[in-house]
C-alpha cells in the first residue's frame, strides 16, 4: 500500500486493531503516516495510549509525519511520558535508534536493583517531541513550556531547533556543563537558527569549552559571520580562532568552514591550517582562501597551491584565486597542460566550476568555453555555473543570458544536462516558457532517469504560482495533453499544483511490483530481521572494510534494493564522490557527478531511526527520489530525522570513516550470509 502510496483505510485500520502482532500495529501506523491517511488520525491519536509502547511513539511519529495539528495537545501530554531504564548490555539488531526489529533490551519505568541502567526519554516522549518540532508553530506553546519548566530533555531541545525564531531564552538555562547531552541539544538548537541572540549563548565558555566534541562542533558551525555579524562578529572570531586549533579534527574543520565569512581577519589561521596533518583540515582551509586570502599577491596563491598534492585541494584554491583576480597557471589560457585541457573530465569539470561566484567576465572566458564540451558532466557543472551566476542583478531583474544558456541546456542530448537546464529556468521561468517546459517533459518520457521529468514538472508548478494569470488556454491545454504519470515523486511534485491536476494521485492504482514480491522481501528481509538475524553486508573500500547491519523490520523495500544492487556488483568500482567532513560521505553513483543512479526510483520509508554517527541513509533529491546513492553520517544530525530513509548503522569499521576522502573508491560491497533459522 505505501509502495504505491495508496491510501487503504480499511486496511490500515484492521492491521491496528488491538490482539495483532506488535511488527504489523507498527508498520499500519506508520503505513498511515507515510500515505497521510488523515481520516485514520483520530484512531491514530487513541493509540497514543495504547498498552505497546512501540505501537504508542509510532503512533506519534506517523501523526508528526502528517502534520496532524488537532494532535498538538496529546502531543505535549505526551512528551512528559516517564523515562525508561535500559540494562547496560547488548540491545541486538535494533540498537538504541529507536524502530522494532530485532531482539529489544528489556526496559522498565523503575530502575532495576543492582544492575547497570541507563535512563533514556520514553520512545513515546521521543517522538511526541519531534512531531511537535514538525508541527512548527502549532507546536511552539508545548515545546516552549517544557523547556520553562526547566525539565526538557534533548529531544525537547532538538525539537526546539525547529522553530522560527527559536525560544533562545528558553535554552540557555541548558548551556550548562552538567548534563553533557543536554548541553549539545541546546548547543545544536541554538547553532542550527543562526540568529545572533543564539550567538550570544554559543560564547558561553560552557559552550565552547564543551568537553563532548560533537558540541564544539555545533558550537563553531553556529558562529558564522552570517549569525554573529559585526557586533558580535569579533568575539566570535576570537573563539573560531582558538577552535581552529582543537585537538579534534571535526572541530577544526567547522570552525575553518565558519571562518571563511569573516575574510581576510581570518587569514593566521586559515594559512596556519593549510599545512595540518589531517587532509580534511587542509581542504577546510583550502576551500576557506576565497575569502580570508582575497586580494593577496600572486605568489600567496602559488604557495598555498602547493601546500597539498590532492585534487579536491588544487581545485579549491584555483578556484579561489579566481575569486580574488588570480588566474594560476593550472587554468591559464596560454597554457597547453592547462585543466581544460585534461583527459580527466574532473579536472574539465574543475575548471568550468572555477568561475563560481566571480566576474561575468571571468564566467565567460573560463566557463563559457566548457558548455561545449564532450562529455555530459562537464557540460552540466559549467551550465550549473551559469545558472548561478546570470540570476537575479542588483536592479531585481534576471540577466538577458540566463535564459538564453538555460534554453540551450533544455535541448542537451544528456538528460542530466536537461535537469540543470530546467532547474535553472525554475526561477525565472513564466507563462511563455509553458510550451518549452512541456515539450521538454514529453521528451523526457523515454528517459531512464526521472530527472528531467521531475525538473520539468517542477519548473511547471513554480510557473503557475508564478505567472499563473497569464497561462493561456492553450498552454493548459498543451500540459494536459502530457502522458500521465504514476511515478510518487513526480505526483509529489504536482501536488496542488492547478495546471496539473490531472495527475492527482490515484488511490486504485496497482502497486510497483506483483504481490509474491512483497511476500518475498517479508520473507528474506522482515522475518529474519524480527527474529534478530538482520541481514548484513561488508563496504570493501580502499581505506578498509565497513560492515553494515540493515533495519530490515524497519526499511524492508529500501534494504532489499540495496542488496539486489550489491548482488548485481553494482557498487563495484564506484567512488565516493562526495564527502563534506564532519557531515557524510556518499557513494552509489555510476555517473560519478553526483546525478546518477540505477534508472529508476524507489519510495521513500521513513521511519524513527535517528541520525546518530555511523546511520546509513538514501540520497535524495526531494521525495521519494531514491535510487542507489547512499551515505553514511558521520555525526549526529537531527534535521535528517524522519526526512531521509535510515536503513543500516556501521557495526565495525568505524574508524575507516573518518579516513575516506573523495574520490576513494569502493572495491565492492559484499552481502554477509547468516544462518537463517526457520
Excluded at 585534461?342 to 574543475?350: M, P, T
Excluded at 525554475?426 to 510550451?435: F, G, L
Aim: include cysteine; aromatic fraction near 6%; charge should be neutral.
Amino acid at each position: 500500500m505505501v509502495d504505491a502510496h495508496r491510501i487503504d483505510e480499511v486496511l490500515i485500520k484492521s492491521a491496528l486493531a488491538k490482539g495483532l502482532t506488535s511488527p504489523l500495529r507498527v508498520e499500519a501506523a506508520r503505513a498511515a503516516g507515510q500515505v497521510h491517511a488523515r481520516n485514520v488520525a483520530s484512531q491514530l491519536r487513541t493509540l497514543l495510549v495504547d498498552h505497546d509502547t512501540a505501537v504508542a511513539a509510532t503512533a506519534a511519529f506517523a501523526l508528526g509525519l502528517m502534520a496532524d495539528t488537532p494532535s498538538v495537545n496529546l502531543l505535549a501530554n505526551s512528551i512528559t511520558a516517564a523515562p525508561v531504564y535500559v540494562p547496560l548490555q547488548r540491545t541486538g539488531p535494533g540498537g538504541a535508534g529507536g524502530g522494532y526489529g530485532g531482539q529489544q533490551p528489556t526496559v522498565s519505568t523503575r530502575p532495576p536493583a543492582q544492575v547497570s541502567v541507563a535512563v533514556v526519554a520514553a520512545p513515546l516522549a521521543r517522538e511526541a517531541a519531534w512531531s511537535l518540532g514538525e508541527l512548527g508553530d502549532p507546536g511552539r506553546k508545548a515545546i516552549e513550556n517544557a523547556l520553562r519548566g526547566g525539565f526538557a530533555t534533548s529531544i525537547v531541545l532538538y525539537a526546539a531547533a525547529k522553530l522560527k525564531p527559536i525560544p533562545a531564552t528558553l535554552i540557555t538555562p541548558y548551556i550548562t556543563p552538567g548534563n553533557a547531552a543536554l548541553l549539545r541539544a541546546a548547543v545544536y538548537a541554538v547553532a542550527r537558527s543562526r540568529a545572533p541572540a543564539g550567538v550570544r549563548v554559543l560564547l558561553l565558555p560552557a559552550a565552547f569549552r564543551a568537553r563532548d566534541a560533537e558540541t564544539r562542533e555545533w558550537v563553531a558551525r553556529g558562529l558564522a559571520h552570517s549569525a554573529a555579524g559585526d557586533s558580535l562578529g569579533q568575539y566570535a572570531l576570537t573563539v573560531l580562532d582558538s577552535m581552529a586549533h582543537d585537538s579534534v579534527p571535526s572541530v577544526r574543520i567547522s570552525a575553518l568552514n565558519s571562518l571563511r565569512g569573516y575574510g581576510t581577519r581570518a587569514r593566521a589561521p586559515v594559512v596556519i591550517a593549510l599545512r595540518d596533518e589531517d587532509p580534511h583540515v587542509r581542504l577546510a582551509a583550502a576551500r576557506a582562501l576565497d575569502s580570508t586570502l582575497a586580494g593577496a599577491p600572486r605568489g600567496d596563491w602559488v604557495h598555498a597551491y602547493g601546500e597539498d598534492t590532492s585534487f579536491d585541494f588544487h581545485a579549491a584554491v584555483l578556484a579561489g584565486a579566481v575569486m580574488s583576480g588570480v588566474i594560476l597557471p593550472e587554468l591559464d589560457k596560454d597554457n597547453a597542460d592547462r585543466w581544460q585541457r585534461s583527459g580527466d573530465w574532473r579536472f574539465r569539470a574543475a575548471a568550468a566550476m572555477a568561475g563560481t561566484g566571480s566576474s561575468m567576465e571571468r564566467i565567460v572566458d573560463l566557463t563559457l568555453p566548457l558548455t561545449r564540451d564532450p562529455d555530459p558532466r562537464v557540460r552540466g557543472a559549467a551550465y550549473g555555473v551559469f545558472a548561478e551566476a546570470v540570476g537575479q542583478s542588483t536592479g531585481g531583474t534576471p540577466h538577458p543570458w540566463r535564459r538564453d544558456y538555460m534554453l540551450t541546456a533544455v535541448h542537451d542530448p544528456d538528460v542530466e544536462v536537461r535537469a540543470v537546464g530546467l532547474g535553472g529556468l525554475q526561477e525565472i521561468a513564466t507563462a511563455e516558457d509553458v510550451p518549452v517546459v512541456a515539450d521538454a517533459y514529453k521528451a523526457a518520457v523515454a528517459d531512464t532517469s526521472i530527472d528531467a521529468r521531475l525538473a520539468a514538472v517542477r519548473c511547471l508548478a513554480a510557473i503557475w504560482r508564478r505567472d499563473s494569470t497569464h497561462v493561456t488556454d492553450a498552454e493548459k491545454a498543451q500540459v494536459a495533453s502530457l502522458p500521465m504519470t504514476d511515478d510518487a515523486a513526480l505526483l509529489d511534485a504536482a501536488r496542488g499544483v492547478t495546471l496539473l491536476a490531472a495527475w492527482r494521485p490515484d488511490d486504485g492504482r496497482p502497486a510497483p511490483h506483483p504481490n509474491d514480491w512483497y511476500v518475498r522481501v517479508v520473507h528474506e528481509i522482515v522475518e529474519p530481521t524480527l527474529r534478530g538475524q538482520a541481514p548484513q553486508a561488508t563496504i570493501q573500500t580502499v581505506r578498509g572494510n565497513i560492515t553494515i547491519e540493515f533495519f530490515g523490520a524497519d526499511a524492508p523495500l529500501t534494504v532489499d534494493n540495496f542488496l539486489t544492487l550489491a548482488k548485481r556488483n553494482f557498487f563495484k568500482g564506484l567512488n565516493f564522490h562526495r564527502v563534506v567532513p564532519a557531515f557524510v560521505v556518499q557513494d552509489g553513483d555510476p555517473r560519478g557527478d553526483g546525478s546518477g543512479g540505477p534508472g529508476y526510483d524507489i519510495r521513500d520509508e521513513l521511519d524513527r531511526r535517528r541520525y546518530v554517527r555511523g546511520t546509513v541513509g538514501m540520497a535524495l533529491d526531494g521525495p521519494n527520489t531514491g535510487g542507489s546513492q547512499w551515505f553514511i553520517s558521520l555525526g549526529t544530525e537531527p534535521h535528517l530525522d524522519g526526512h531521509y530513509t535510515a536503513f543500516a548503522r556501521v557495526t565495525s569499521g568505524d574508524a575507516v570513516l573518518d579516513q575516506i576522502v573523495r574520490w576513494d573508491g569502493i572495491d565492492n560491497i559484499v552481502p554477509l550470509t547468516r544462518v537463517v533459522t526457520p
